[in-house]
């Protein structure tokens, strides 16, 4: 069997060969038939973008939430530059088809490579190739996407080197760049005495006196302290009164009655975690 080594040899030999059948070429008296390259229908050396590179590609990885965003502001773009009579804005429908496929169809999230060809775009958004060229083009006119060229270095049957042109290296551009784009201002403050208005820390005083019997000491001194934490709240207040006047009456009962070693009946504390009775 073959190896890597022995192909790659074998590449080398025929690169030579055709080398040197190029240099005969040149001979006086030696004429070129037989020696040409009937596949070629093109003066090029390469079928090639004039821009290509073989560089390597270097891939930002971006994550879901900031891709999520891209999105989102996008949408907001073309609602922004909507005009009455006219179906989209500025990017219109078949480039923010385009988009949402990069986005959410090819882009890698963890390495950040994002490099579908033309004919992926198209069986995946179900556009054409060229409804695909021209969506690319408008997304890199509007500055949403950018891409690189790439080519790669390949020996033919006939021993020649070559470069093939492979898909393009995209990458989605951050709304800041984008040209016509002005990103929506950021929602206002809530009122006071409203929604919101309190942060998410602060709970009424009800709420906090459940979550300390559930999860917190669930002793009935820090029941009533965080039932006299909210004065405002009247419910709260008369649950706290009715709460020291009965650990009064039970201090009383324990100093009247003799000294039994027992503890008196935690009465508030039935009460509070007992909730509405069933019916029998």
Not at 64 to 79: G, N, S, V
Not at 137 to 148: E, H, K, N, Q
Not at 193 to 209: E, F, I, M, N, S
């Amino acid at each position: 069997m073959a190896t890597e080594g022995d192909t790659l040899a074998k590449e080398r030999r025929v690169y030579r060969m055709m080398q040197l059948g190029q240099i005969v070429m040149n001979l006086p008296g030696v004429t070129g038939a037989g020696l040409t390259r009937p596949d070629l229908k093109s003066t090029a050396h390469w079928k090639l973008w004039r821009d290509s590179t073989t560089k390597a590609t270097r891939w930002q990885p971006t994550s879901k939430p900031t891709l999520r965003q891209i999105w989102e502001h996008a949408q907001a773009y073309d609602r922004q530059t909507h005009e009455a009579g006219k179906h989209g804005g500025a990017i219109g429908h078949s480039a923010m088809t385009v988009l949402r496929s990069l986005i959410f169809d090819f882009h890698n999230a963890a390495t950040g490579q994002l490099d579908p060809s033309w004919a992926a775009i198209s069986r995946r958004t179900g556009l054409s190739r060229s409804a695909v060229h021209t969506a690319l083009a408008r997304l890199r006119d509007l500055g949403i996407v950018s891409w690189m060229r790439r080519a790669v270095e390949k020996i033919d049957d006939y021993g020649s080197f070559i470069l093939e042109q492979i898909s393009n290296a995209y990458a989605l551009l951050p709304w800041g760049q984008w040209r016509g784009y002005k990103p929506p201002p950021p929602a206002p403050e809530p009122e006071a005495g409203t929604w919101g208005d309190h942060p998410c820390g602060d709970r009424h005083a009800l709420d906090q006196a459940v979550a300390e019997g559930k999860f917190g000491e669930g002793t009935t001194p820090a029941k009533l302290a965080a039932l006299e934490s909210d004065p405002a709240d009247g419910l709260a207040a008369a649950l706290a009164a009715w709460g020291r006047a009965i650990q009064e009456r039970e201090a009383q009962a324990t100093t009247e009655s003799p000294a039994t070693g027992q503890q008196p009946p935690q009465n508030f504390n039935r009460l509070w975690n007992r909730g509405p009775e069933r019916p029998r």
